[in-house]
């Protein structure tokens, strides 16, 4: 499990994908979320925009896992 830091205190869903290297366009998580591909915190995700918080675990089936954690400024 690889850990990507936010400074703010959430980010999208989409937007972490993007910033852990796992997706690169917005039609890469369509299809993902059309798969049910990822999961966040165990659960299958369906939002593209759901609001990720530091301690969130991010799953991409086939791709990988991330824990989504707070860098303090």
């Known amino acids: 499990m690889k850990e990507i830091s936010i400074t703010t205190d959430e980010i999208q869903l989409d937007q972490f994908l993007k910033l852990a ?24 995700e369906t939002a593209r925009r759901r609001k990720l918080h530091p301690g969130d675990i991010i799953e991409v089936e086939g791709v990988g896992i991330w824990k989504v954690t707070r860098k303090d400024l």
């Open 21 to 44: 290297g796992a997706i690169s366009t917005g039609g890469e998580i369509k299809f993902l979320l059309s798969e049910q591909s990822i999961r966040k915190n165990g659960e299958t």
